[in-house]
């Protein structure tokens, strides 16, 4: 009797773990005639949704796709607590950014600190652009709300350009703050190169989260806003 009970048991165990396979399968050769050649499916696995599953790209991007292949959700899902709703999707961007921060060697930071620090925030910076400029130009307003600012290094243009070797000098040089400042005004300074210099490094982190532009500043909770922000509304963010 208990061999007849065990082996539709065992024939269940077994046909169920086929259905996830097959769906995992199914949606890999779908998603393989649609996504951008240059991209590729990092993982796929059960959400938190029934029936859904969670796709993550080779860019680090992720969406929920159902089961059967046929619809793909792309955009933000919360869960309905007791008390209020739970971004799931932000949460996961959050893992990733902290992940990236986790990675950061402090010593290879430009940071300007405030007298009494509440907040830290990194900042992905680019000293040719107009609206790190203006960032930096109010530097002392994020300072004043008690904002440390860790500058991270990100020339868009890549790093075979113009921006990357200014940003060598900067971070090459005895006075960071000095130059820092200075090339964000046009200002001219002798070429400087040293080992080591971390610019490709703060590069590749920037790409690993996906940051396209500049300024981006990444909270130490792993929040990701892209763009300049004043102080004062940035303080809202952090709180």
Not at 18 to 44: F, R
Request: net charge negative; with cysteine; glycine share 4%.
């Amino acid at each position: 009797m208990k061999k007849i009970l065990l082996f539709p048991l065992a024939l269940l165990i077994f046909s169920c773990s086929e259905v996830k396979k097959d769906s995992s399968i199914l949606i890999e050769e779908k998603l393989s005639k649609i996504i951008p050649i240059e991209l590729s499916v990092n993982s796929i696995k059960k959400s938190e949704i029934q029936n859904f599953y969670e796709v993550e790209l080779s860019d680090q991007s992720f969406f929920y796709i159902e089961e059967n292949a046929e619809y793909l959700f792309l955009g933000d899902i919360y869960q309905i607590g007791q008390s209020k709703l739970i971004n799931i999707s932000q949460e996961k961007k959050f893992e990733s950014s902290k992940e990236m921060i986790k990675k950061i060697n402090p010593s290879s930071l430009i940071t300007f600190s405030p007298e009494n620090i509440k907040y830290q925030v990194y900042v992905f910076t680019d000293v040719d652009c107009g609206f790190c400029r203006k960032f930096h130009n109010q530097i002392s307003t994020y300072l004043e709300e008690g904002i440390e600012i860790n500058y991270l290094a990100f020339p868009r243009a890549g790093i075979d350009s113009n921006t990357y070797n200014k940003m060598v000098t900067a971070w090459c040089s005895k006075d960071q703050h000095a130059v820092l400042t200075g090339l964000k005004k046009d200002e001219i300074f002798d070429e400087v190169k040293c080992k080591n210099n971390p610019i490709k490094d703060h590069y590749v982190l920037a790409k690993s989260i996906n940051i396209e532009g500049t300024p981006t500043i990444v909270s130490s909770t792993g929040l990701t806003i892209p763009g300049f922000i004043d102080a004062k509304e940035l303080v809202e963010y952090l709180k």
